[in-house]
């Protein structure tokens, strides 16, 4: 397939971003994220509400004549150091409109101030929370994209642990699972957006003191029997495709009913580009898979 002009166009943006996220601070880069939150502009019929989810900062998106017992829990992404951002809104607002369902989106607190467990914690009292306000975990979905994608995966495992009801089903959108500093790819592979310094601060922040061999921190040296099924979405030209490959056949060997798509040409989180065919396929894709496990509103 001929790359598009959109796509044409974004990827010589690429070096641009990778450059900001390998050496911008951390502070400058949220605060301009938080700046872009304020006039951030969704689709018509999209409501957007902020709510404390015991004391943790969510946001609802709730489309018109959506489902009000079916929720899709998501965790965004961004290296465990940045924000909820304006693309991540329009991104899971594409989902819900596709899915007619609610999104909640979970603003967990960020290192390298609140480094791990700080985040997944977070996770697990917002998903608690859901159930306190009457959503059954069956009819909860969960995804998450990058470190949120790792979070999503923790948090089916923690809870797992723990011997609480899992949710229905659970998509990763190029997900990081070893944050263990080895590399399964070649050292002569470069990502077009994921710049090795950018990969080595967001884990260092995440980590901190602790055993980056955590299954918590890194879940491919956890047990994945048990587990919700799972999509799993990278792209060839990633870095984190190899972590997608290993997702897979760790969660395959398990037993667990998983599937991976792996997209020509597509970048870290590609998805966040809502005017790549590519992007919305995907999306498209994740909205059918999530909305096909979950049982209609009676």
């Not at 019929?45 to 899709?72: F, M």
């Not at 791990?116 to 994209?145: E, H, K, Y």
């Not at 797992?160 to 959108?173: K, N, Q």
């Not at 037993?255 to 498209?284: E, F, I, K």
């Amino acid at each position: 397939m001929t790359p598009s002009s959109v796509e044409r166009n974004l990827r010589a943006g690429l070096p641009v971003v990778r450059f900001m996220q390998a050496y911008m601070p951390f502070p400058v880069a949220c605060w301009l994220i938080r700046q872009g939150l304020t006039r951030v502009r969704l689709p018509a019929g999209i409501t957007r509400e902020v709510v404390s989810a015991d004391g943790v900062r969510c946001e609802w998106l709730i489309p018109q004549n959506s489902a009000n017992d079916l929720v899709l829990l998501y965790l965004h992404g961004g290296g465990f150091v940045f924000g909820l951002t304006p693309s991540h809104l329009k991104m899971v607002a594409h989902l819900v409109q596709q899915m007619r369902i609610r999104a909640l989106l979970v603003d967990y607190r960020l290192a390298p101030g609140h480094p791990f467990p700080a985040p997944l914690d977070d996770c697990m009292a917002v998903n608690r929370w859901l159930g306190r306000q009457g959503i059954a975990a069956q009819d909860t979905v969960v995804a998450g994209d990058s470190a949120g994608g790792n979070l999503t995966l923790a948090l089916l495992m923690a809870l797992r642990d723990s011997g609480e009801r899992l949710p229905a089903a659970a998509a990763c959108l190029s997900p990081v699972a070893d944050l263990s500093g080895k590399s399964a790819s070649s050292p002569d592979f470069m990502d077009p957006l994921l710049h090795p310094r950018a990969m080595r601060r967001y884990n260092e922040s995440y980590v901190a003191h602790h055993d980056a061999r955590n299954p918590l921190i890194s879940p491919v040296f956890g047990a994945w029997d048990g587990l919700p099924p799972l999509l799993i979405h990278a792209g060839e030209d990633e870095v984190l495709r190899e972590d997608a490959l290993r997702i897979e056949a760790l969660a395959r060997a398990a037993g667990v009913d998983v599937r991976l798509a792996t997209y020509p040409r597509m970048w870290h989180v590609w998805q966040l580009n809502l005017g790549l065919p590519q992007a919305v396929h995907s999306l498209n894709d994740i909205a059918q898979f999530l909305g096909s496990h979950l049982a209609p509103e009676s």
